[in-house]
């Protein structure tokens, strides 16, 4: 599923909708072109067309277009409830898995995540209800996504199954993962990273006139970069991602079929260290001791 290599990505979801519904399509074309299968969605990816929209429109192109998906695999996440704002009690997760598949068409996935924590949800009724998916076929593994590294502990302990990825926020905007314990708990349990926001939520591409001054310290960075070795800013903050040995894997969200080929027709850069460290302390705001 998340295979992490030096051009390695997983494509995601969240901003489509019924209007990009044919980029939708074109988009995993080209993912399928450049060898890129794992597929990222979520049952509260929607926007304003509501819970539900994505997984939707990939089960309406799985009906139309089955060839788009083989050979891939597919990840979900549920466990968010609009107005809770988290609802992982076993009865929510249950109803919600089973109407992840309606929509998708799907009688199992490949991936399901647990999307969020839920401070109310004991980590030993979370762990029943995933052993339980994985039981009764409707997933073949079991994930968390935006955990802190004592919540993974915490579930772990309970699992029978293992925790097989962790969503997490990484780019060159956001370091805390490197300095909490995310990465450190994923390599020592051999736990697949999937980084999302890997652009920092598009900040880099931004009016320097108008960032503040974190983003703009490591926008200039990352400028200096990139000139260097002759790639765009999105190379450069792909490449610190995929530096960390945890070996993490960007997810590409964007619904522009020109900007996703462009992305991956890339040859992939190799920071140097010294390069890295660079980014991170820019990144972070200090110099490290």
């Not at 969605?41 to 509501?50: F, I």
């Not at 924590?117 to 995933?130: G, I, Q, Y």
């Not at 320097?208 to 310290?217: D, E, I, P, Q």
């Not at 450069?236 to 070996?247: D, E, Q, S, T």
């Amino acid at each position: 599923m998340l295979k992490p290599r030096k051009n390695s990505f997983a494509f995601g979801t969240w901003r489509f909708s019924t209007a990009t519904y044919d980029d939708l399509a074109e988009c995993l074309s080209i993912c399928k072109e450049h060898g890129i299968t794992h597929i990222d969605t979520a049952d509260v990816y929607g926007g304003e067309e509501g819970f539900g929209t994505v997984e939707t429109l990939l089960g309406r192109l799985r009906a139309e277009a089955p060839e788009l998906f083989e050979g891939t695999t597919l990840a979900t996440k549920i466990g968010i409830e609009f107005g809770s704002p988290y609802n992982q009690s076993p009865s929510y997760l249950r109803d919600a898995m089973r109407a992840s598949l309606d929509r998708l068409q799907m009688d199992k996935v490949d991936l399901i995540y647990v999307h969020r924590p839920d401070n109310l949800a004991h980590p030993a009724d979370v762990a029943e209800v995933l052993d339980r998916f994985i039981l009764d076929g409707f997933a073949e593994s079991v994930a968390v996504s935006n955990f802190t590294p004592w919540q993974v502990t915490a579930l772990r302990v309970y699992l029978q199954t293992e925790i097989y990825a962790h969503q997490i926020e990484f780019s060159p905007f956001y370091v805390a993962p490197v300095f909490e314990g995310l990465l450190d708990d994923a390599m020592a349990h051999r736990t697949r990273i999937a980084a999302w926001s890997p652009l920092g939520g598009g900040q880099l591409f931004g009016d320097k006139n108008n960032m503040t001054a974190g983003v703009l310290r490591v926008r200039e960075v990352m400028d200096a970069l990139a000139k260097a070795h002759n790639a765009t800013l999105a190379d450069i903050a792909y490449a610190f991602v995929r530096k960390h040995p945890a070996g993490a894997v960007p997810i590409i969200g964007t619904t522009k079929p020109a900007r996703l080929r462009e992305t991956l027709d890339a040859a992939p850069v190799k920071l140097e260290r010294k390069e890295w460290y660079r980014l991170l302390e820019a990144g972070l705001g200090r110099k490290l001791p």
